[in-house]
């Protein structure tokens, strides 16, 4: 993907109205911390673009980055920060809520989900709501940086059982059973997985 272009071009927080556009949306849904302002940054290739933070909780808005004025990467708040109020959990929940509801240009669902970790009850029900929405996230594992090689296959292989036990107890339209999806094993500090990510994108 050729970056010609790259703004921030919307805000909203939980009182704001979301925008309704034609163009493409593909969203990044995960857990706070995951990494999902950080593979925005490494996707378009600018440092700072989505402000990123090593405390959880960072992005409490929706905001849509406008590619190349042909599509959006929307960067939704990040679920399961233990730490953060209740009020803030509410406000959370209902922008997410808010946000399914009025998109009418979805084309892609990215959940991020940490290497280095099972996927928590958040990330599983998350998937679950995905596959129930009839929609299959492309998923991607961040922080591959932090895990040594030989730990990634063996990473990948058990995140991908929890994903599958989920997705055989729904079936496609032809009423086929679903299997977890490929994952791509991403890390934004060195740029790994950033070609996959695209090229799934593009497709
Ligand atoms: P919220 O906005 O709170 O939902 O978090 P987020 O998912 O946007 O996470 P963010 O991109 O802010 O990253 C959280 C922390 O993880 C930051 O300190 C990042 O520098 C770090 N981080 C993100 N991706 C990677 C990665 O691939 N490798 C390493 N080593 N650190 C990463
Ligand atoms: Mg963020």
Redesign the pocket.
């Known amino acids: 993907m050729v970056i010609k272009s790259v703004t921030l071009d919307q805000v909203c927080g939980p009182t704001s109205k979301l925008p309704v556009h034609q163009l493409p949306e593909i969203a990044l849904v ?1 857990r ?7 593979l925005i940054n490494c996707l378009v290739g600018r440092k700072a673009l989505a402000r ?3 405390t ?4 409490q808005t929706v905001n849509y980055y406008l590619v190349n004025d042909e599509f959006y990467l929307v ?1 939704l ?2 679920y399961g ?1 233990a730490r953060a109020s209740k009020a803030a959990q509410d406000d959370w929940a209902a922008m997410i809520e808010r946000y399914w509801q009025t998109t009418q240009s979805l084309t892609q669902i990215c959940q ?1 989900l940490d290497i280095r970790h099972k996927p928590s009850k958040e990330d599983l029900q998350m998937y679950e709501w995905i596959l129930a929405g009839g929609g299959e996230p492309m998923v991607v594992l ?5 895990l040594k090689r030989s730990q990634v296959s063996k990473a990948v292989k058990e995140i991908k059982a929890e994903l599958e036990k989920v997705a055989v107890c729904h079936t496609d339209l032809a009423g086929q059973a679903l299997h977890a999806p490929e994952m791509i094993v ?4 060195t740029g790994d997985g950033k070609d996959q990510v695209w090229k799934a994108m593009e497709g």
């Open positions: 995960g706070s911390n995951v990494g999902k302002s950080s990123t933070s090593g959880p909780g960072k992005t960067d708040p990040g920060y991020l961040t922080k591959a940086d932090k991403f890390s934004a500090k």
